[in-house]
């Protein structure tokens, strides 16, 4: 089985700082890790992943997430925050071993950036 | 590639009334998979298609929800008949086997 638990259903910060969205995961084999973006009236947007190699990933729009085994974590990151990353963000995670091709989504976190 | 291209974008529709949801799916790609989305419930997987095959339906609510892939760019969702507690934003998506979702931008039904 197959599992992503996303803590929080809101993150708030100021423009500028950085900000961590934060991600869990479980699954019986590897992990094959995924992050979307959703804007407000839009369809889910790819973001980043990771399969395998180096723990720290890099996507689109200068987020980063880092992928930490022990943990089994895979939280996205961004160094300064901007208005427009306001959004809703999913993690998603597939087992590579596990013999399906459906990744099971988080229930979301809500971004919001304050000016 | 124009991207997952998905529709109508709007639809409202009376009870009990069929409703017809489109999808095309990226050039190339043989996954394909329906989603719902309500503020209550979250991101639903509905179905889900590899290589025009439906592989797990095991998440479409009930008889009156049934979804075709008549070739390997094209699948329909259809709701007969169609029900208030329908009302959602249904999201199709298509990948390579295995790999990241492209999403529509989405069919936003109401059912009065």
């Known amino acids: 089985a197959q599992s992503v638990a996303q803590p929080e259903d809101q993150v708030n910060v100021a423009e500028g700082n950085p900000l961590t969205v934060k991600c869990t995961y479980s699954v019986s084999g590897n992990p094959y890790l995924f992050w979307y973006v959703q804007y407000p009236n839009r369809g889910l947007q790819f973001l980043l992943k ?8 890099k996507g689109s729009y200068g987020f980063e997430a880092e992928f930490n085994k022990s943990q089994t974590s895979f939280h996205l990151k961004k160094p300064s925050a901007l208005v427009s990353d306001s959004a809703l963000y999913f993690c998603a995670v597939r087992d590579m071993g596990g013999g399906s091709y459906i990744p099971t989504f988080g229930r979301g976190t809500s971004l919001i950036v304050h000016p | 590639d124009a991207g997952v291209i998905q529709s109508p974008r709007h639809e409202v529709t009376e009870m009990g009334q069929e409703v017809t949801l489109r999808c095309k799916l990226i050039s190339g790609h043989n996954s394909l998979f329906w ?4 503020m209550m419930r979250g991101l639903e997987l509905l179905i889900y298609f590899n290589n025009n095959v439906p592989i797990d339906d095991s998440g479409m609510p009930e008889d009156r929800f049934s979804a075709k892939m008549p070739n390997a760019s094209f699948s329909t969702l259809k709701i007969q008949p169609s029900e208030p507690r329908d009302s959602a934003v249904y999201f199709c998506a298509s990948s390579y086997t295995g790999g990241e979702l492209f999403f529509g931008e989405g069919s936003r039904l109401t059912v009065l």
């Open chain 1, 50 to 57: 990771y399969i395998t190699g180096d723990n720290l990933v």
């Open chain 2, 35 to 38: 989603y719902r989305q309500t």
